[in-house]
C-alpha cells in the first residue's frame, strides 16, 4: 500500500508520540528512519507529520512543560464515528482521557485507556486518513498489545470494535489475533509475570527495517537503547529498543521481505 486509504473499524491507522524535547527526537528518528518532517494539527501542542518520500508515516508532539506524562508510542483505531466509539469504550469498562476533539480538518480524535490500563488513541478520519506508505523501512508494521492475559481484554476490543478473534490455543502462548474481514490488523499477547511493572500494559509499536542489527546498533549510536538484542521470531528478525526519551518500540525485519 502506498497511499493513505480510508481504513475499517478497528484497524490501526496511525501512530503518535507525545515528547518533552520536539527537536532532539525529530533528529533521532530523522537519523533512524529517514523521516522528514511538516508542521500537523496544533490542538494539543506543537506537533508534526513524519514523512518518508513525502508521504505520512507517524506523529511526533510536544508535551506541555507541566505535565509528567510516560512516553510511549500510541496507536490509533480507525473509527466512523469516534464519539459513538468513545462511549462504547465507557461501557465497557475503559476510560477515555482526551476527546472527542477535532483535529483542525484532519479528523476526530479521543484518547483513551482500556480496563487493564493501556492507552490508545481512536481516529475518526477526515483530511487525513492515516499512515500513507506501508512495507517499506521506516514505516509502522505491526500493533500488538502486551498485557498480562488475554481472556478479559479480548472481549473488550471485541465490543468496542467488533473484531473477530483467532486465538491461538497452547499451554506456552497466549496470543490472539485480531481481525478485520478475516485479515490480520493487530495481535493480543498475554505475556504473565514478564509485563514490565513499570509500564503494566501497553501497545507496542513495530517499525520495519532494512537490517534489524545494523538498526540497532544506530539506535545505541544516536542516543537510544537495546532493550532485547535482535533475535529471530515467526514474524521475522526484530528487537526491542527505547528512543532517548525512553519511548520503547519494537524493530522488525519481518519474515519473508525480499
Same mark, same amino acid.
Given at each position: 500500500?502506498?497511499?493513505?486509504?480510508?481504513?475499517?473499524?478497528? +484497524?490501526?491507522?496511525?501512530?503518535?508520540?507525545?515528547?518533552?524535547?520536539?527537536?532532539?527526537?525529530?533528529?533521532?528518528?530523522?537519523?533512524?528512519?529517514?523521516?522528514?518532517?511538516?508542521?500537523?494539527?496544533?490542538?494539543?501542542?506543537?506537533?508534526?507529520?513524519?514523512?518518508?518520500? @513525502?508521504?505520512?508515516?507517524?506523529?511526533?508532539?510536544?508535551?506541555?512543560?507541566?505535565? /509528567?506524562?510516560?512516553?510511549? %508510542?500510541?496507536?490509533?483505531?480507525?473509527?466512523?464515528?469516534?464519539?459513538? +466509539?468513545?462511549? +462504547?469504550?465507557?461501557?465497557? @469498562?475503559?476510560?477515555?482521557?482526551?476527546?472527542?476533539?477535532?483535529?483542525?480538518?484532519?479528523?476526530?480524535?479521543?484518547?483513551?485507556?482500556?480496563?487493564?490500563?493501556?492507552?490508545?488513541?481512536? %481516529?475518526?478520519?477526515?483530511?487525513?486518513?492515516?499512515?500513507?506508505?506501508?512495507?517499506?523501512?521506516?514505516?509502522?508494521? %505491526?500493533?500488538?498489545?502486551?498485557?498480562?492475559?488475554?481472556?478479559?481484554?479480548?472481549?473488550?476490543?471485541?465490543?468496542?470494535?467488533?473484531?473477530?478473534?483467532?486465538?491461538?490455543?497452547?499451554?506456552?502462548?497466549?496470543?490472539?489475533?485480531?481481525?478485520?474481514?478475516?485479515?490480520?490488523?493487530?495481535?493480543?499477547?498475554?505475556?504473565?509475570?514478564?509485563?514490565?511493572? /513499570?509500564? @503494566?500494559?501497553? %501497545?507496542?509499536?513495530?517499525?520495519?527495517?532494512?537490517?534489524?542489527?545494523?538498526?540497532?546498533?544506530?539506535?545505541?549510536?544516536?542516543?537510544?537503547?537495546?532493550?532485547?538484542?535482535?533475535?529471530?521470531?515467526?514474524? @521475522?528478525?526484530?528487537?526491542? !529498543?527505547?528512543?532517548?526519551?525512553?519511548? !520503547?518500540? +519494537?524493530? !522488525?525485519?519481518?519474515?519473508?521481505?525480499?
Amino acid at each position: 500500500m502506498t497511499e493513505a486509504t480510508r481504513r475499517k473499524p478497528g +484497524t490501526p491507522c496511525w501512530v503518535s508520540l507525545m515528547v518533552h524535547h520536539l527537536d532532539a527526537t525529530q533528529e533521532f528518528y530523522g537519523a533512524l528512519f529517514g523521516w522528514r518532517f511538516q508542521p500537523g494539527p496544533q490542538q494539543l501542542g506543537p506537533y508534526v507529520r513524519g514523512l518518508l518520500d @513525502g508521504k505520512e508515516v507517524a506523529g511526533i508532539g510536544q508535551l506541555p512543560a507541566d505535565r /509528567d506524562l510516560p512516553i510511549a %508510542w500510541t496507536t490509533y483505531l480507525a473509527s466512523d464515528d469516534a464519539d459513538d +466509539t468513545a462511549e +462504547t469504550i465507557r461501557c465497557s @469498562g475503559g476510560t477515555v482521557a482526551v476527546g472527542p476533539l477535532d483535529a483542525a480538518d484532519a479528523g476526530r480524535l479521543v484518547v483513551c485507556s482500556d480496563p487493564t490500563g493501556a492507552v490508545f488513541g481512536v %481516529w475518526q478520519a477526515a483530511a487525513h486518513l492515516g499512515t500513507a506508505v506501508a512495507g517499506a523501512p521506516g514505516t509502522p508494521a %505491526w500493533n500488538e498489545l502486551l498485557t498480562q492475559e488475554t481472556e478479559s481484554v479480548s472481549k473488550f476490543y471485541k465490543a468496542v470494535f467488533g473484531y473477530e478473534l483467532d486465538p491461538v490455543v497452547s499451554a506456552d502462548l497466549d496470543l490472539v489475533t485480531l481481525k478485520v474481514d478475516d485479515r490480520p490488523v493487530a495481535s493480543l499477547h498475554g505475556v504473565g509475570t514478564s509485563l514490565p511493572r /513499570d509500564r @503494566g500494559a501497553h %501497545w507496542m509499536t513495530w517499525f520495519e527495517v532494512a537490517d534489524t542489527d545494523a538498526a540497532a546498533r544506530r539506535v545505541s549510536e544516536l542516543g537510544g537503547q537495546v532493550l532485547q538484542a535482535p533475535r529471530d521470531d515467526p514474524a @521475522g528478525r526484530l528487537a526491542t !529498543v527505547a528512543d532517548p526519551e525512553g519511548a !520503547v518500540f +519494537t524493530i !522488525v525485519r519481518s519474515a519473508g521481505r525480499p
